[in-house]
């Protein structure tokens, strides 16, 4: 786990690099960022008492995938030592917190993060226990959304000429399309993963008439 916590803290300080290249100067809102996509993590659970509603739990893993994105981004600002962040972490994520109810705790993470602008791993590890995510849904998960994001930036997602919905799926469904079908242990599964992504950008575009 350990390992796999550094590799995904080496991802995330290149992909903050790639947005800006001196990032941790900028005093980017992060708890902002967590804390909107907790609003977006409790519409995928459900909670309208007056309506039906069928918990997601593909839409929420990536929910919580992308909180850990700007989870790992808070930590880096406060120490640009990895090694000791991954110590932290791999303790944090086994941390079992005594409740069983997802959207209190949803709301207990979310309050923390307004409060504290800052970012609780033993909370974040509390709400994957409430859906079930083991932390290999979360290494998986991060991975595939990291090479994605790289792909975004390189395809003009920063100016606003990226295209986000290719055919009738968004990218994040063609991530999770693509992944499935592909060895994730392989040495060159981030290169062959944006390579895929590509493929099928360029395929989708070019059938609906779209400019690459």
Same mark, same amino acid.
């Given at each position: ?91 944090? *994520? &086994? ?12 709301? %207990?993470?979310?309050?923390?993060? $307004? /409060? ?31 090479? *994605? &994001? ?12 990226? %295209?986000?919905?290719?055919?009738? $799926? /968004? ?32 395929? &989708? ?8």
């Amino acid at each position: 786990m350990r390992q796999k916590v550094t590799i995904m803290l080496a991802m995330q300080e290149a992909m903050n690099a790639k947005i800006h290249p001196k990032w941790r100067d900028q005093s980017f809102p992060w708890y902002r960022a967590i804390w909107i996509e907790c609003a977006e993590l409790l519409d995928h659970h459900g909670w309208k008492w007056w309506k039906k509603q069928r918990s997601n739990r593909d839409q929420m893993l990536l929910e919580l995938i992308d909180i850990w994105h700007f989870g790992l981004s808070v930590l880096l600002v406060k120490n640009s030592n990895a090694e000791m962040i991954s110590a932290c972490l791999t303790q944090e *994520l &086994n941390i079992c917190l005594d409740t069983n109810n997802f959207c209190q705790n949803l709301e %207990i993470f979310a309050c923390h993060t $307004l /409060e504290t602008k800052d970012f609780d791993v033993a909370k974040f590890a509390t709400l994957m226990r409430g859906i079930n995510m083991s932390f290999e849904d979360l290494y998986l998960g991060y991975v595939g959304k990291n090479v *994605l &994001n790289f792909f975004r930036q390189d395809h003009g997602y920063k100016d606003g000429s990226y %295209i986000k919905k290719w055919g009738q $799926l /968004e990218d994040n469904e063609h991530l999770i399309n693509i992944i499935q079908k592909m060895d994730i242990d392989s040495l060159t599964f981030n290169d062959d993963l944006y390579h895929r992504l590509e493929q099928a950008y360029r395929d &989708n575009l070019l059938l609906s008439g779209g400019d690459l």
